[in-house]
């Protein structure tokens, strides 16, 4: 089989993966059980908030997707996934909780009175009645379940992106809640999933949480939230009681990945697609050590990797640890460019600094900058970048180093 056979079937798609295909995961079955334990215990009524930390491309929306199905299959247990951009409001995220946990009541029951919002508060309690006729729900509760159904609608028009607080939010939610009692289906937990996804989308979702902690405290609510490792520094800072409403058993950190995680990935990408050959063919010996060393151990920079490198070898008839790095050249631009474009000024000066002159203590990046920041700043924002996997900070003798990552040190440099 030549390597051209194995492109058609893209064996190295990069997306995060779907509950059906959780099995490609390697080296997360710890993570895992202890996912599912967690959401067993919260569909007994014992909910506890969770989260799951790693840099970009370690693995984190897939666990999320993990998570959202496996949620599903526990009785009594409610969930509602909440994916947050620049521009997500106050209001929409209500909105969604509603339908969401609605639809959970009865499918479709969140969509069709989710379309009496749009209307305005103009609404009357009879149209809700209406809209509650041909459901499963019996006559005699119609009239009560609109009563309150009503009531929670007008509420959450009155959500409004300045003037909510956590209180509103949080009156809102209850009502919910008593809304599924009502309904005869009182959950024994409710599940928010919330995935902050990219950096740029970091301050809304600093927000949002803000907004919601009252939710985070209390039963049956939990939240289990997917972020870079500096997220528990981050919200610290805003709001102190966070950090405790997450035991660090939890808190679960996504490692990076060692040679034998790496050859197993690869065999399970190619198993699917082939026809003939075993084990990693077409990737010679080699091949996995080389990969681990240019992608430091991340299940995503590994997965283009390897796509690109099939892409080079296409008239081959095997892939060699030589043409991985080709390979790695040809991507390792946009990797670091993707990277860097998700910093903020302030970060993308130090690592600017740091392309030119690294490795450097705090003191000479300190030294370096142009902006009027203190020794403690930089030293905060140092951390930060390398807990979202941007440099590595080594010891030697009395001093700490700090030194770029492969990709973003290439893209930074062609910067300069
Ligand atoms: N442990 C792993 N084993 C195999 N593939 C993985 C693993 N973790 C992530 N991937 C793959 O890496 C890519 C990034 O995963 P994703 O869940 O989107 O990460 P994140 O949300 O942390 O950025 C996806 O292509 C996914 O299939
Ligand atoms: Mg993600």
Not at 307 to 334: C, K, N
Request: proline share 4%; charged share 25%.
């Amino acid at each position: 089989m030549a390597v051209s056979d194995y492109l058609e079937a893209d064996p190295f798609n990069d997306m995060p993966l779907d509950a059906e295909d959780i099995d490609l995961l390697v080296n997360r079955a710890e993570v895992k059980a202890r996912l599912s334990a967690l959401l067993d215990s919260a569909g007994k009524g014992y909910p506890q908030n969770i989260s799951i930390l790693g840099e970009d491309g370690i693995g984190k929306t897939s666990l999320i997707n993990f998570a959202e199905a496996k949620a599903r299959l526990v009785p009594d247990l409610f969930t509602s996934r909440l994916d947050v951009t620049e521009r997500t409001e106050n209001r929409t995220v209500v909105r969604a909780l509603l339908s969401d946990l609605l639809n959970q009541i009865e499918l479709g029951l969140g969509n069709r009175l989710l379309g009496l919002l749009s209307l305005g508060p103009e609404v009357t309690q009879r149209e809700f009645l209406k809209r509650l006729q041909g459901t499963q729900v019996t006559t005699t509760r119609q009239l009560e379940l609109s009563d309150s159904l009503f009531q929670l609608f007008h509420l959450s028009h009155s959500v409004s992106e300045t003037r909510s607080s956590p209180e509103d939010l949080f009156q809102l939610l209850e009502m919910l809640k008593e809304t599924l009692t009502l309904m005869r289906r009182k959950p024994k937990a409710i599940l928010i999933l919330f995935d902050e996804g990219q950096y740029v989308a970091q301050s809304q979702s600093l927000h949002l949480l803000q907004q919601m902690r009252l939710l985070f405290q209390r039963r049956p609510y939990m939240l289990l939230v997917a972020g870079s490792a500096d997220l528990f520094a981050r919200y610290a800072a805003v709001e102190p009681s966070f950090n405790n409403l997450f035991p660090e058993q939890n808190r679960l950190r996504l490692t990076a990945l060692e040679d034998d995680h790496i050859r197993e990935l690869l065999t399970k990408r190619l198993a699917p697609v082939r026809k003939k050959g075993k084990g990693i063919e077409p990737f010679q010996q080699g091949c996995v050590e080389r990969l681990t060393a240019l992608s430091e151990g991340n299940p995503r920079y590994v997965i283009r990797i390897a796509s690109a490198s099939l892409h080079l070898g296409r008239d081959r008839q095997a892939i060699t640890p030589v043409m991985l790095e080709e390979a790695w050249r040809q991507i390792v631009q946009e990797i670091g460019r993707d990277r860097f474009d998700k910093l903020s000024d302030d970060e993308r000066e130090m690592i600017l600094i740091l392309a030119r002159y690294q490795p450097l203590n705090i003191s000479q990046i300190h030294v370096n900058l142009k902006s009027a920041v203190d020794l403690s700043t930089v030293s905060r924002r140092i951390a930060a970048l390398a807990d979202k996997g941007y440099l590595t900070i080594e010891t030697q003798g009395k001093q700490k180093l700090s030194r770029l990552r492969r990709a973003i040190y290439q893209y930074a440099k062609s910067l300069l």
